[in-house]
């Protein structure tokens, strides 16, 4: 496994899962070899971060809860590329994602030092019903909250995205993004 592939959308078809896989498959085309794990959030049984400070202590790794979570947080800090996925809803990421991203705060240690090996790369790959304007600033907090945690950081965001459209179809440009991005992630391989 080269990438780790985050859901935090509750429809694991849909317009989050496809712009991800967008990336994912741009990635393999520079990579011959690539294999991605996929976690779908929303299909497992986990919960936030309980502010126990167990992390903080010299010998973790990261969160101490022994949950689903645990086993993608131990994943996170194996693989050198993850792509992230998260529909926005109520202006913020999905609640299952956020859940995960408050577990990261066991990637820090007791001295606010990084427990990420360094050069792991993040692509987010962001979807909304509105248009671009709606929530412009969740892009920046998602990139500038990972890179924190010392990862190189992108955003990929679909807007104006149709909630009930079966098979999701993605601008030309949203293409190439993706294609760029898979190819940036590749580099991490």
Same mark, same amino acid.
């Given at each position: ?6 859901? /935090? @959308? =509750? ?6 899962? @496809? +712009?991800?896989?967008?990336? !994912?498959? *741009?990635?393999?085309?520079? &990579? @011959?070899?690539?294999?991605?794990? $996929? ?32 086993? &993608? ?8 590329? $993850?792509? !992230? ?8 990421? %999905? ?29 987010v790959a962001i979807t909304q019903g509105a248009d671009e ?5 969740? #892009? ?9 945690? /010392? ?10 995205? =149709?909630? *009930?459209?079966?098979? #999701?179809?993605? @601008?030309q440009s949203i293409k190439e993004e993706a294609a760029a991005?898979?190819? $940036? +992630?590749? %580099?991490?391989?």
């Amino acid at each position: 496994m080269n990438i780790l592939a985050i859901s /935090g @959308s =509750p429809r694991p078809a849909r317009n989050t899962a @496809s +712009l991800m896989k967008l990336v !994912i498959e *741009a990635a393999k085309t520079h &990579v @011959s070899d690539v294999d991605a794990m $996929w976690c779908n959030l929303n299909d497992m049984t986990y919960s936030g971060c309980q502010s126990c400070l167990a992390c903080k202590e010299p010998t973790a790794k990261s969160c101490v809860r022994k949950d689903a979570l645990a086993f &993608v947080l131990d994943v996170m800090l194996a693989s050198q590329a $993850w792509v !992230i996925g998260t529909p926005v809803y109520m202006g913020n990421v %999905s609640g299952q994602l956020k859940l995960l991203l408050d577990r990261m705060y066991g990637f820090m240690g007791p001295n606010r030092e990084n427990r990420l090996p360094s050069g792991k790369k993040v692509v987010v790959a962001i979807t909304q019903g509105a248009d671009e304007e709606c929530h412009k600033e969740l #892009p920046d907090q998602i990139a500038a909250l990972l890179e924190r945690r /010392g990862l190189e950081a992108r955003i990929i965001r679909a807007c104006n995205m =149709p909630v *009930a459209a079966p098979v #999701p179809e993605f @601008s030309q440009s949203i293409k190439e993004e993706a294609a760029a991005l898979g190819r $940036w +992630l590749a %580099s991490a391989l």
